[in-house]
Protein backbone atom coordinates (compact mmCIF):
# COMPACT_ATOMS: atom_id res chain seq x y z
CA UNK A 1 0.00 0.00 0.00
CA UNK A 2 0.48 3.65 0.33
CA UNK A 3 4.06 4.31 1.89
CA UNK A 4 5.03 0.98 2.23
CA UNK A 5 8.35 0.85 0.42
CA UNK A 6 12.10 -1.02 0.40
CA UNK A 7 12.81 1.30 3.49
CA UNK A 8 10.15 -0.80 5.37
CA UNK A 9 11.10 -3.13 7.88
CA UNK A 10 8.91 -5.69 6.63
CA UNK A 11 9.38 -5.28 2.89
CA UNK A 12 9.36 -8.76 1.28
CA UNK A 13 10.61 -11.73 2.40
CA UNK A 14 13.12 -11.57 5.17
CA UNK A 15 16.51 -12.78 5.04
CA UNK A 16 18.25 -14.18 8.08
CA UNK A 17 21.77 -14.85 8.94
CA UNK A 18 23.51 -17.05 11.72
CA UNK A 19 25.64 -15.40 14.18
CA UNK A 20 28.80 -17.21 15.19
CA UNK A 21 29.64 -14.32 17.88
CA UNK A 22 32.62 -16.02 19.19
CA UNK A 23 33.84 -18.00 16.07
CA UNK A 24 33.38 -21.30 16.88
CA UNK A 25 31.56 -22.62 13.97
CA UNK A 26 28.31 -23.18 16.28
CA UNK A 27 25.55 -21.38 17.25
CA UNK A 28 25.45 -21.51 21.18
CA UNK A 29 22.17 -21.62 22.49
CA UNK A 30 22.69 -17.63 24.13
CA UNK A 31 23.66 -16.95 19.60
CA UNK A 32 21.00 -15.48 17.53
CA UNK A 33 20.16 -16.18 14.00
CA UNK A 34 19.79 -12.35 12.36
CA UNK A 35 17.87 -10.56 10.19
CA UNK A 36 19.54 -8.16 7.40
CA UNK A 37 19.51 -4.72 7.32
CA UNK A 38 19.31 -2.78 4.40
CA UNK A 39 21.06 -3.06 0.98
CA UNK A 40 25.17 -2.28 1.35
CA UNK A 41 24.01 -0.03 -2.01
CA UNK A 42 23.21 3.18 -1.66
CA UNK A 43 22.22 3.77 -5.45
CA UNK A 44 23.38 2.50 -8.54
CA UNK A 45 23.81 4.10 -12.08
CA UNK A 46 22.67 1.29 -14.95
CA UNK A 47 24.00 1.84 -18.47
CA UNK A 48 21.69 4.20 -19.46
CA UNK A 49 22.50 6.38 -17.22
CA UNK A 50 19.32 5.65 -14.66
CA UNK A 51 20.13 5.89 -11.14
CA UNK A 52 18.65 3.78 -8.41
CA UNK A 53 19.06 4.92 -4.94
CA UNK A 54 17.73 2.79 -1.76
CA UNK A 55 14.79 3.71 0.28
CA UNK A 56 13.31 5.82 -2.66
CA UNK A 57 9.35 4.18 -3.28
CA UNK A 58 10.66 4.34 -6.92
CA UNK A 59 13.55 3.36 -8.98
CA UNK A 60 14.51 1.71 -5.85
CA UNK A 61 17.49 -0.65 -5.30
CA UNK A 62 15.05 -3.29 -5.96
CA UNK A 63 13.41 -2.01 -8.89
CA UNK A 64 17.42 -2.61 -10.08
CA UNK A 65 17.48 -6.28 -8.75
CA UNK A 66 13.85 -7.47 -9.95
CA UNK A 67 15.49 -6.18 -13.58
CA UNK A 68 18.65 -8.05 -13.49
CA UNK A 69 16.82 -11.23 -12.25
CA UNK A 70 14.39 -11.43 -14.89
CA UNK A 71 17.06 -11.14 -17.67
CA UNK A 72 19.32 -14.17 -17.76
CA UNK A 73 21.96 -12.75 -19.76
CA UNK A 74 22.63 -9.68 -17.96
CA UNK A 75 22.65 -11.86 -14.96
CA UNK A 76 25.07 -13.71 -16.18
CA UNK A 77 27.28 -11.10 -17.41
CA UNK A 78 27.62 -10.21 -13.72
CA UNK A 79 29.98 -13.01 -11.84
CA UNK A 80 32.87 -10.80 -12.44
CA UNK A 81 31.48 -7.71 -10.49
CA UNK A 82 29.85 -10.16 -8.33
CA UNK A 83 32.94 -11.40 -7.46
CA UNK A 84 34.51 -7.86 -6.57
CA UNK A 85 31.47 -6.43 -4.99
CA UNK A 86 31.94 -9.78 -2.39
CA UNK A 87 35.96 -9.03 -1.83
CA UNK A 88 34.86 -4.95 -0.88
CA UNK A 89 32.11 -5.32 1.37
CA UNK A 90 30.49 -8.81 1.19
CA UNK A 91 29.93 -10.45 4.20
CA UNK A 92 26.69 -9.94 6.71
CA UNK A 93 27.90 -8.02 9.87
CA UNK A 94 28.23 -9.57 13.02
CA UNK A 95 29.23 -12.97 13.00
CA UNK A 96 30.31 -13.84 9.92
CA UNK A 97 33.73 -14.88 9.81
CA UNK A 98 34.10 -14.80 5.50
CA UNK A 99 33.80 -11.13 4.84
CA UNK A 100 35.06 -8.53 2.47
CA UNK A 101 37.39 -5.94 3.14
CA UNK A 102 34.90 -3.36 4.39
CA UNK A 103 31.50 -5.53 4.63
CA UNK A 104 29.76 -2.48 6.85
CA UNK A 105 29.96 -0.14 3.93
CA UNK A 106 27.64 1.56 1.40
CA UNK A 107 28.16 1.46 -2.15
CA UNK A 108 27.46 3.32 -5.27
CA UNK A 109 27.84 1.24 -8.00
CA UNK A 110 28.01 2.56 -11.63
CA UNK A 111 27.05 -0.14 -14.35
CA UNK A 112 28.39 0.02 -18.06
CA UNK A 113 31.40 0.80 -19.98
CA UNK A 114 34.01 2.66 -18.61
CA UNK A 115 33.34 6.04 -19.57
CA UNK A 116 34.28 9.40 -18.72
CA UNK A 117 30.85 10.26 -17.50
CA UNK A 118 31.17 7.38 -15.10
CA UNK A 119 34.09 8.64 -13.25
CA UNK A 120 32.50 12.22 -13.34
CA UNK A 121 29.64 10.64 -11.47
CA UNK A 122 31.69 8.65 -8.60
CA UNK A 123 33.48 11.92 -8.42
CA UNK A 124 30.30 13.48 -7.23
CA UNK A 125 30.27 11.47 -4.13
CA UNK A 126 34.00 12.46 -2.59
CA UNK A 127 35.26 9.30 -2.37
CA UNK A 128 38.37 7.91 -0.83
CA UNK A 129 39.19 5.80 -3.42
CA UNK A 130 38.00 4.77 -6.99
CA UNK A 131 39.01 1.18 -8.26
CA UNK A 132 39.11 0.24 -11.54
CA UNK A 133 39.80 -3.74 -11.75
CA UNK A 134 40.51 -4.13 -15.26
CA UNK A 135 42.66 -3.20 -17.92
CA UNK A 136 43.03 -3.15 -21.23
CA UNK A 137 45.83 -3.57 -23.57
CA UNK A 138 44.33 -2.79 -27.02
CA UNK A 139 43.68 0.31 -28.38
CA UNK A 140 45.87 2.71 -26.36
CA UNK A 141 48.95 4.02 -26.27
CA UNK A 142 49.64 2.90 -23.15
CA UNK A 143 51.86 5.97 -22.00
CA UNK A 144 49.34 7.71 -19.84
CA UNK A 145 48.90 10.56 -23.00
CA UNK A 146 44.87 9.23 -23.53
CA UNK A 147 41.56 10.77 -21.91
CA UNK A 148 40.82 7.44 -19.86
CA UNK A 149 44.30 8.04 -18.32
CA UNK A 150 44.29 11.25 -18.12
CA UNK A 151 40.96 10.78 -16.03
CA UNK A 152 42.68 8.27 -13.41
CA UNK A 153 45.44 11.15 -12.92
CA UNK A 154 42.48 13.96 -12.31
CA UNK A 155 41.06 11.23 -9.48
CA UNK A 156 44.52 11.43 -7.77
CA UNK A 157 44.31 15.12 -8.05
CA UNK A 158 40.56 15.59 -6.47
CA UNK A 159 41.72 13.64 -3.12
CA UNK A 160 40.43 10.47 -4.03
CA UNK A 161 43.12 7.16 -4.60
CA UNK A 162 42.20 5.48 -8.16
CA UNK A 163 43.42 1.48 -7.55
CA UNK A 164 43.87 0.03 -11.10
CA UNK A 165 44.42 -3.87 -11.94
CA UNK A 166 47.45 -4.30 -14.28
CA UNK A 167 45.59 -7.04 -15.90
CA UNK A 168 46.34 -10.80 -16.28
CA UNK A 169 47.94 -10.49 -20.14
CA UNK A 170 51.17 -11.70 -19.00
CA UNK A 171 50.91 -15.58 -19.60
CA UNK A 172 48.89 -15.53 -23.10
CA UNK A 173 51.75 -14.43 -25.24
CA UNK A 174 50.00 -11.31 -26.15
CA UNK A 175 52.62 -8.95 -26.42
CA UNK A 176 55.41 -8.93 -28.65
CA UNK A 177 58.46 -6.30 -28.55
CA UNK A 178 60.88 -6.71 -31.28
CA UNK A 179 63.13 -4.18 -33.79
CA UNK A 180 61.79 -3.81 -37.07
CA UNK A 181 64.39 -3.95 -39.55
CA UNK A 182 64.36 -1.05 -42.65
CA UNK A 183 62.98 -3.44 -45.43
CA UNK A 184 60.21 -6.03 -45.13
CA UNK A 185 60.03 -7.98 -41.68
CA UNK A 186 56.69 -10.51 -40.42
CA UNK A 187 55.22 -11.89 -37.12
CA UNK A 188 53.37 -14.93 -36.66
CA UNK A 189 50.27 -14.98 -34.32
CA UNK A 190 47.59 -18.13 -34.17
CA UNK A 191 44.21 -17.92 -33.29
CA UNK A 192 42.99 -20.87 -31.01
CA UNK A 193 39.35 -20.76 -30.03
CA UNK A 194 37.34 -18.93 -33.95
CA UNK A 195 36.77 -15.54 -33.21
CA UNK A 196 34.47 -12.83 -34.47
CA UNK A 197 36.95 -10.42 -33.73
CA UNK A 198 40.64 -9.88 -34.04
CA UNK A 199 42.63 -6.77 -32.97
CA UNK A 200 46.27 -5.96 -32.69
CA UNK A 201 48.04 -2.40 -31.76
CA UNK A 202 51.11 -1.43 -33.29
CA UNK A 203 53.13 1.08 -30.65
CA UNK A 204 56.55 2.81 -31.02
CA UNK A 205 57.94 5.41 -28.82
CA UNK A 206 59.94 6.78 -32.11
CA UNK A 207 58.28 8.61 -34.51
CA UNK A 208 57.83 6.83 -38.02
CA UNK A 209 57.28 8.62 -41.50
CA UNK A 210 56.70 5.09 -43.62
CA UNK A 211 55.67 1.87 -42.27
CA UNK A 212 53.47 0.29 -44.23
CA UNK A 213 51.31 -2.72 -42.43
CA UNK A 214 49.19 -5.72 -44.26
CA UNK A 215 47.67 -8.60 -42.41
CA UNK A 216 47.33 -12.42 -43.91
CA UNK A 217 44.43 -14.19 -42.54
CA UNK A 218 44.33 -17.81 -41.99
CA UNK A 219 42.58 -18.48 -44.86
CA UNK A 220 45.24 -16.83 -47.54
CA UNK A 221 43.30 -13.35 -47.73
CA UNK A 222 45.65 -10.47 -47.56
CA UNK A 223 44.34 -7.21 -45.80
CA UNK A 224 46.57 -4.18 -46.68
CA UNK A 225 46.11 -1.51 -44.20
CA UNK A 226 45.72 2.37 -45.24
CA UNK A 227 48.87 4.45 -43.82
CA UNK A 228 45.51 6.85 -42.47
CA UNK A 229 42.65 6.25 -40.23
CA UNK A 230 39.43 4.41 -41.71
CA UNK A 231 36.25 6.90 -41.18
CA UNK A 232 34.11 3.29 -42.03
CA UNK A 233 34.56 -0.22 -41.43
CA UNK A 234 36.82 -1.35 -44.87
CA UNK A 235 34.59 -4.83 -46.42
CA UNK A 236 37.51 -7.90 -46.55
CA UNK A 237 36.86 -10.44 -49.79
CA UNK A 238 35.82 -13.68 -49.28
CA UNK A 239 32.51 -13.02 -46.91
CA UNK A 240 30.99 -11.07 -44.59
CA UNK A 241 34.15 -9.29 -43.35
CA UNK A 242 35.18 -6.26 -42.49
CA UNK A 243 37.83 -4.18 -40.80
CA UNK A 244 38.96 -0.58 -39.06
CA UNK A 245 42.53 0.81 -38.46
CA UNK A 246 43.19 3.86 -36.56
CA UNK A 247 46.46 5.54 -37.35
CA UNK A 248 47.77 8.32 -34.81
CA UNK A 249 50.19 10.07 -32.41
CA UNK A 250 49.57 10.26 -29.04
CA UNK A 251 50.39 13.77 -27.53
CA UNK A 252 53.17 12.23 -25.74
CA UNK A 253 54.76 11.20 -28.77
CA UNK A 254 53.67 7.50 -29.11
CA UNK A 255 53.07 6.06 -32.89
CA UNK A 256 50.69 3.81 -32.90
CA UNK A 257 48.12 1.46 -35.10
CA UNK A 258 45.25 0.10 -34.65
CA UNK A 259 43.30 -2.63 -36.45
CA UNK A 260 40.28 -4.36 -35.54
CA UNK A 261 39.08 -7.30 -37.76
CA UNK A 262 35.41 -8.04 -37.54
CA UNK A 263 33.51 -10.86 -39.36
CA UNK A 264 29.48 -12.08 -37.69
CA UNK A 265 30.60 -15.90 -38.82
CA UNK A 266 34.15 -15.60 -37.24
CA UNK A 267 37.60 -15.64 -38.55
CA UNK A 268 39.18 -19.02 -39.03
CA UNK A 269 41.47 -20.76 -36.52
CA UNK A 270 45.16 -20.69 -37.99
CA UNK A 271 48.32 -18.95 -38.46
CA UNK A 272 48.15 -15.25 -39.29
CA UNK A 273 50.99 -13.39 -40.64
CA UNK A 274 51.38 -9.17 -39.75
CA UNK A 275 53.61 -8.07 -42.59
CA UNK A 276 55.79 -4.47 -42.16
CA UNK A 277 57.50 -2.57 -44.57
CA UNK A 278 59.31 0.42 -43.20
CA UNK A 279 61.25 2.83 -45.24
CA UNK A 280 62.51 5.27 -43.19
CA UNK A 281 66.11 4.98 -43.33
CA UNK A 282 66.74 3.00 -39.49
CA UNK A 283 65.51 0.34 -37.67
CA UNK A 284 62.12 0.87 -35.50
CA UNK A 285 61.68 -0.89 -32.38
CA UNK A 286 57.89 -1.70 -31.91
CA UNK A 287 55.38 -3.28 -29.06
CA UNK A 288 52.79 -5.09 -30.85
CA UNK A 289 49.58 -6.17 -28.78
CA UNK A 290 46.91 -8.96 -29.96
CA UNK A 291 43.27 -10.03 -28.81
CA UNK A 292 40.43 -11.16 -29.62
CA UNK A 293 36.77 -11.71 -28.54
CA UNK A 294 38.14 -14.06 -25.55
CA UNK A 295 40.88 -12.01 -24.44
CA UNK A 296 43.39 -14.84 -24.99
CA UNK A 297 42.88 -16.61 -28.00
CA UNK A 298 44.89 -14.91 -30.56
CA UNK A 299 48.73 -14.91 -30.45
CA UNK A 300 52.36 -14.17 -31.58
CA UNK A 301 54.40 -17.31 -32.01
CA UNK A 302 57.84 -15.28 -31.65
CA UNK A 303 59.00 -12.09 -29.72
CA UNK A 304 56.87 -12.59 -27.29
CA UNK A 305 57.49 -11.23 -24.07
CA UNK A 306 55.93 -10.49 -20.70
CA UNK A 307 57.32 -7.24 -20.07
CA UNK A 308 55.18 -4.51 -20.74
CA UNK A 309 52.20 -5.48 -20.44
CA UNK A 310 50.21 -3.61 -18.09
CA UNK A 311 46.84 -2.24 -19.72
CA UNK A 312 45.29 1.46 -20.08
CA UNK A 313 44.45 3.19 -17.42
CA UNK A 314 46.48 1.44 -15.03
CA UNK A 315 49.40 2.87 -17.01
CA UNK A 316 47.76 6.55 -16.27
CA UNK A 317 50.94 8.61 -14.18
CA UNK A 318 48.64 8.91 -10.88
CA UNK A 319 47.31 4.91 -10.98
CA UNK A 320 48.05 3.06 -8.02
CA UNK A 321 48.34 -0.27 -10.22
CA UNK A 322 48.08 -3.23 -8.66
CA UNK A 323 49.53 -6.89 -9.80
CA UNK A 324 48.27 -9.98 -7.48
CA UNK A 325 50.40 -13.03 -5.84
CA UNK A 326 48.39 -16.23 -5.23
CA UNK A 327 47.09 -17.08 -1.70
CA UNK A 328 45.64 -20.59 -2.97
CA UNK A 329 46.99 -23.11 -4.48
CA UNK A 330 45.62 -26.53 -6.00
CA UNK A 331 42.92 -27.69 -8.48
CA UNK A 332 40.30 -24.87 -7.35
CA UNK A 333 42.42 -22.10 -7.36
CA UNK A 334 43.04 -21.14 -10.74
CA UNK A 335 46.19 -21.26 -12.77
CA UNK A 336 48.19 -19.21 -10.69
CA UNK A 337 51.08 -21.04 -9.16
CA UNK A 338 52.41 -21.74 -5.63
CA UNK A 339 50.84 -19.88 -2.76
CA UNK A 340 53.18 -16.85 -2.28
CA UNK A 341 54.50 -15.99 -5.96
CA UNK A 342 53.43 -13.85 -8.32
CA UNK A 343 50.42 -15.21 -10.41
CA UNK A 344 51.71 -16.27 -13.96
CA UNK A 345 49.33 -14.40 -15.57
CA UNK A 346 50.12 -10.63 -13.90
CA UNK A 347 51.06 -8.25 -16.17
CA UNK A 348 54.61 -6.90 -15.77
CA UNK A 349 55.77 -3.43 -16.14
CA UNK A 350 57.34 -1.30 -17.32
CA UNK A 351 55.21 1.11 -19.62
CA UNK A 352 56.51 1.42 -23.09
CA UNK A 353 58.16 4.97 -22.57
CA UNK A 354 60.05 3.04 -19.20
CA UNK A 355 58.23 4.72 -16.26
CA UNK A 356 57.78 1.91 -13.91
CA UNK A 357 53.97 1.83 -12.58
CA UNK A 358 53.81 -1.20 -10.82
CA UNK A 359 53.01 -0.08 -7.23
CA UNK A 360 51.95 -3.16 -5.21
CA UNK A 361 50.93 -6.65 -4.95
CA UNK A 362 47.71 -8.11 -3.34
CA UNK A 363 46.15 -11.58 -3.04
CA UNK A 364 45.35 -12.61 -6.39
CA UNK A 365 42.74 -15.68 -5.92
CA UNK A 366 40.74 -14.87 -2.95
CA UNK A 367 37.45 -16.76 -1.94
CA UNK A 368 34.73 -14.97 -3.19
CA UNK A 369 30.72 -15.08 -4.00
CA UNK A 370 29.81 -16.32 -7.63
CA UNK A 371 26.11 -16.52 -8.69
CA UNK A 372 24.35 -18.76 -11.39
CA UNK A 373 22.01 -17.23 -13.85
CA UNK A 374 19.97 -20.21 -14.28
CA UNK A 375 19.31 -19.74 -10.73
CA UNK A 376 19.12 -16.55 -9.83
CA UNK A 377 18.10 -16.20 -6.33
CA UNK A 378 21.41 -18.59 -5.43
CA UNK A 379 24.85 -17.33 -4.36
CA UNK A 380 28.27 -19.89 -3.96
CA UNK A 381 31.46 -19.27 -3.16
CA UNK A 382 34.44 -20.07 -5.09
CA UNK A 383 38.33 -19.04 -5.70
CA UNK A 384 38.00 -16.46 -7.88
CA UNK A 385 42.07 -15.76 -10.29
CA UNK A 386 42.55 -12.75 -11.43
CA UNK A 387 43.94 -9.03 -11.11
CA UNK A 388 40.19 -7.89 -10.78
CA UNK A 389 40.60 -9.24 -7.07
CA UNK A 390 43.77 -7.81 -6.30
CA UNK A 391 42.29 -3.93 -6.66
CA UNK A 392 39.28 -4.31 -4.11
CA UNK A 393 41.63 -5.74 -1.52
CA UNK A 394 43.84 -2.38 -1.50
CA UNK A 395 40.40 -0.25 -2.04
CA UNK A 396 39.30 -2.21 1.62
CA UNK A 397 42.66 -1.18 2.83
CA UNK A 398 42.71 2.48 2.07
CA UNK A 399 39.33 2.63 3.57
CA UNK A 400 40.44 1.03 6.77
CA UNK A 401 43.28 3.87 6.73
CA UNK A 402 41.00 6.67 5.81
CA UNK A 403 38.93 5.79 9.12
CA UNK A 404 41.96 5.43 11.13
CA UNK A 405 43.92 8.25 9.92
CA UNK A 406 41.00 10.80 8.91
CA UNK A 407 43.04 13.84 8.31
CA UNK A 408 45.67 12.40 6.29
CA UNK A 409 45.93 13.50 2.74
CA UNK A 410 45.03 10.87 -0.04
CA UNK A 411 49.00 11.19 -1.36
CA UNK A 412 49.63 10.15 2.39
CA UNK A 413 47.35 7.26 2.49
CA UNK A 414 49.26 6.30 -0.59
CA UNK A 415 52.55 6.35 0.56
CA UNK A 416 51.51 4.55 3.53
CA UNK A 417 50.95 1.45 1.74
CA UNK A 418 53.47 2.04 -0.29
CA UNK A 419 56.04 2.64 2.08
CA UNK A 420 54.99 -0.57 4.30
CA UNK A 421 54.59 -3.24 1.69
CA UNK A 422 56.54 -6.43 2.88
CA UNK A 423 58.59 -8.23 1.16
CA UNK A 424 58.90 -11.58 1.58
CA UNK A 425 61.10 -14.65 0.13
CA UNK A 426 58.99 -14.65 -3.07
CA UNK A 427 59.44 -10.56 -3.38
CA UNK A 428 62.63 -9.75 -5.63
CA UNK A 429 63.56 -6.56 -6.01
CA UNK A 430 62.39 -6.23 -9.88
CA UNK A 431 59.84 -3.33 -9.22
CA UNK A 432 58.35 -4.11 -12.76
CA UNK A 433 57.03 -7.33 -11.20
CA UNK A 434 56.41 -6.70 -7.37
CA UNK A 435 55.92 -2.71 -7.46
CA UNK A 436 56.85 -2.34 -3.61
CA UNK A 437 56.27 -5.75 -2.59
CA UNK A 438 52.92 -7.36 -0.55
CA UNK A 439 50.10 -5.05 0.63
CA UNK A 440 50.92 -5.22 4.81
CA UNK A 441 47.61 -3.39 6.26
CA UNK A 442 48.62 -4.49 9.47
CA UNK A 443 51.98 -2.18 9.00
CA UNK A 444 50.27 0.57 7.09
CA UNK A 445 47.99 1.04 9.98
CA UNK A 446 50.95 1.05 12.35
CA UNK A 447 49.83 -2.24 14.15
CA UNK A 448 51.91 -5.13 15.41
CA UNK A 449 50.70 -8.51 14.56
CA UNK A 450 50.40 -10.82 17.67
CA UNK A 451 52.35 -13.83 17.20
CA UNK A 452 49.73 -15.58 20.22
CA UNK A 453 46.55 -17.28 19.63
CA UNK A 454 43.28 -15.22 20.30
CA UNK A 455 41.77 -15.37 23.61
CA UNK A 456 38.26 -16.96 24.74
CA UNK A 457 36.05 -14.02 26.28
CA UNK A 458 33.03 -13.91 28.84
CA UNK A 459 30.09 -11.83 29.09
CA UNK A 460 29.39 -11.98 32.60
CA UNK A 461 25.44 -11.50 33.36
CA UNK A 462 22.97 -11.96 35.95
CA UNK A 463 20.92 -15.05 35.06
CA UNK A 464 17.73 -12.40 36.02
CA UNK A 465 16.68 -8.87 37.40
CA UNK A 466 14.43 -7.28 38.36
CA UNK A 467 12.31 -4.96 36.10
CA UNK A 468 13.44 -1.76 35.74
CA UNK A 469 16.59 -2.45 37.62
CA UNK A 470 20.06 -1.80 36.40
CA UNK A 471 22.93 -4.19 35.81
CA UNK A 472 26.50 -3.97 35.31
CA UNK A 473 27.37 -6.09 32.04
CA UNK A 474 31.26 -6.99 32.23
CA UNK A 475 33.02 -8.47 29.49
CA UNK A 476 36.51 -10.50 30.24
CA UNK A 477 39.17 -11.08 28.37
CA UNK A 478 41.18 -14.50 29.58
CA UNK A 479 44.71 -13.80 28.76
CA UNK A 480 47.21 -11.51 29.67
CA UNK A 481 45.67 -8.36 28.23
CA UNK A 482 44.05 -5.33 30.23
CA UNK A 483 42.99 -3.27 27.40
CA UNK A 484 38.84 -4.16 26.95
CA UNK A 485 37.81 -1.34 24.55
CA UNK A 486 34.40 -3.07 23.79
CA UNK A 487 31.39 -2.03 22.20
CA UNK A 488 27.90 -3.03 23.07
CA UNK A 489 24.54 -4.62 21.37
CA UNK A 490 21.99 -4.28 23.99
CA UNK A 491 18.87 -6.18 22.71
CA UNK A 492 20.93 -8.38 20.32
CA UNK A 493 19.64 -7.27 17.19
CA UNK A 494 23.06 -6.95 15.22
CA UNK A 495 23.11 -3.08 15.73
CA UNK A 496 25.54 -2.05 17.99
CA UNK A 497 23.96 0.70 20.31
CA UNK A 498 27.62 2.15 21.72
CA UNK A 499 30.83 3.15 19.88
CA UNK A 500 34.13 1.98 20.66
CA UNK A 501 34.27 2.34 25.03
CA UNK A 502 37.36 2.31 26.55
CA UNK A 503 35.79 -0.05 29.16
CA UNK A 504 35.30 -3.46 29.89
CA UNK A 505 31.80 -2.99 31.67
CA UNK A 506 28.42 -1.40 30.51
CA UNK A 507 25.43 -0.56 32.47
CA UNK A 508 22.15 -1.82 31.06
CA UNK A 509 18.59 -0.84 32.25
CA UNK A 510 15.68 -3.58 31.90
CA UNK A 511 13.12 -1.60 30.52
CA UNK A 512 10.77 -4.96 29.82
CA UNK A 513 9.94 -8.39 31.03
CA UNK A 514 11.46 -11.59 28.88
CA UNK A 515 14.82 -12.53 27.64
CA UNK A 516 17.04 -9.61 26.91
CA UNK A 517 20.14 -10.57 24.97
CA UNK A 518 23.19 -8.60 25.13
CA UNK A 519 26.16 -8.74 22.54
CA UNK A 520 29.78 -7.90 22.88
CA UNK A 521 32.74 -7.01 20.86
CA UNK A 522 36.15 -6.20 22.43
CA UNK A 523 39.75 -6.33 21.59
CA UNK A 524 42.18 -7.25 23.82
CA UNK A 525 45.90 -6.09 24.32
CA UNK A 526 47.47 -7.62 21.49
CA UNK A 527 44.17 -5.99 19.28
CA UNK A 528 42.42 -9.48 18.80
CA UNK A 529 38.85 -9.22 18.03
CA UNK A 530 36.63 -11.22 20.24
CA UNK A 531 32.89 -11.39 20.50
CA UNK A 532 30.77 -13.31 23.27
CA UNK A 533 27.14 -13.36 24.14
CA UNK A 534 24.87 -13.58 27.31
CA UNK A 535 21.27 -13.08 27.85
CA UNK A 536 19.39 -12.20 31.35
CA UNK A 537 15.79 -12.66 32.09
CA UNK A 538 13.74 -9.94 33.09
CA UNK A 539 11.85 -10.67 36.16
CA UNK A 540 9.00 -8.85 38.82
CA UNK A 541 11.04 -11.30 41.07
CA UNK A 542 14.04 -11.17 42.64
CA UNK A 543 17.92 -11.27 40.78
CA UNK A 544 20.23 -14.45 40.46
CA UNK A 545 23.28 -15.52 40.51
CA UNK A 546 26.19 -14.11 37.43
CA UNK A 547 25.55 -15.95 33.60
CA UNK A 548 28.10 -15.95 31.13
CA UNK A 549 29.00 -17.22 28.15
CA UNK A 550 32.68 -18.11 26.27
CA UNK A 551 33.51 -17.52 22.34
CA UNK A 552 36.99 -17.37 20.63
CA UNK A 553 38.22 -14.91 18.53
CA UNK A 554 37.61 -14.50 14.96
CA UNK A 555 40.11 -15.73 12.58
CA UNK A 556 42.66 -13.46 10.99
CA UNK A 557 41.96 -11.92 7.74
CA UNK A 558 44.65 -13.41 5.27
CA UNK A 559 46.40 -9.83 4.48
CA UNK A 560 47.92 -9.93 7.99
CA UNK A 561 45.87 -8.18 9.86
CA UNK A 562 46.26 -10.08 13.10
CA UNK A 563 46.05 -6.72 15.40
CA UNK A 564 43.10 -4.49 16.37
CA UNK A 565 40.31 -4.11 14.37
CA UNK A 566 39.64 -0.95 12.25
CA UNK A 567 36.01 0.56 11.82
CA UNK A 568 36.34 2.39 8.21
CA UNK A 569 33.50 4.88 7.52
CA UNK A 570 35.23 6.48 4.64
CA UNK A 571 33.71 6.86 1.19
CA UNK A 572 35.17 4.82 -1.67
CA UNK A 573 35.03 4.69 -5.43
CA UNK A 574 35.06 1.61 -7.73
CA UNK A 575 34.89 0.86 -11.29
CA UNK A 576 33.83 -2.51 -11.52
CA UNK A 577 31.60 -4.97 -13.19
CA UNK A 578 28.18 -5.79 -11.67
CA UNK A 579 26.02 -6.26 -8.51
CA UNK A 580 25.71 -8.48 -5.85
CA UNK A 581 26.71 -8.69 -2.04
CA UNK A 582 28.98 -11.65 -1.33
CA UNK A 583 31.51 -13.22 1.28
CA UNK A 584 35.58 -13.47 1.16
CA UNK A 585 38.08 -15.04 3.63
CA UNK A 586 38.86 -12.33 5.46
CA UNK A 587 37.59 -11.29 9.25
CA UNK A 588 35.37 -8.40 9.21
CA UNK A 589 37.44 -5.29 9.28
CA UNK A 590 35.39 -1.89 8.54
CA UNK A 591 32.35 -0.63 7.40
CA UNK A 592 31.90 3.05 6.11
CA UNK A 593 30.18 4.45 2.90
CA UNK A 594 31.16 3.34 -0.64
CA UNK A 595 30.90 4.79 -4.25
CA UNK A 596 31.73 1.87 -7.05
CA UNK A 597 31.09 2.31 -11.46
CA UNK A 598 31.27 -0.91 -13.37
CA UNK A 599 31.37 -1.72 -17.00
CA UNK A 600 28.78 -4.32 -17.29
CA UNK A 601 25.31 -5.46 -15.10
CA UNK A 602 24.64 -7.42 -11.92
CA UNK A 603 22.22 -8.19 -9.74
CA UNK A 604 22.00 -6.29 -6.19
CA UNK A 605 21.15 -8.53 -3.56
CA UNK A 606 18.50 -6.98 -1.56
CA UNK A 607 18.48 -6.51 2.17
CA UNK A 608 15.47 -8.34 4.32
CA UNK A 609 13.87 -4.54 3.62
CA UNK A 610 14.40 -4.97 0.38
CA UNK A 611 13.67 -7.97 -1.46
Keep these: GEGFTEATPAYGEPLFVADDANGNGVLDPSERVLRLGTSVFQRIRDEEGAVFVRGASQAGIIDYGRALVQDTERLRSAAHGTMMCGILAGGPYPG ?14 GAGRLRPEGIAWALKFAPDAISMPFSQHIFSPLDGSSEIEQLVDSVMKSGSIPVVSAGNSAIRAMHAEVTLPVGSSSLSLTTKPPSSGLYLSVLSRRPVESLALSLKLADGTLVDMPSDSTSTPVKISGGERSFNHIADVSNRGTFQRHIQLWAPNQFPTGTYTLNATLSDGKPLDVHVYSSDDYGYGFTFNDHATVSSTIGSPATADDALTVTGYSVHEGPNAGLVGPAGQLADFAARGPRIDGFHNLDLAAPVNPLSTSIDADHPHTATQMV ?8 PIVVGAIALLRQLYPHESAE ?7 STASKDAYVSTDVDQWGQGKLDLAAAAGIEPSAGTPPPAQLELPASIELRQTLTARVVVTDDGVAHRTRWDVGYDGNYDTEWLDSSEHLIEATSLGPLAVRVETHDEDGYLVGATATVNVLEGTSAPPHSATGSAASDSSCAMTGRSLAARGRLGWLMLAVIAGIFGLRRLASGPVVMLARAAGRATPSAEEY
Design 96 to 109: HRWSGMAPGADVVL
Design 412 to 418: SIRQRIL
Design 384 to 391: WPGTSCSA
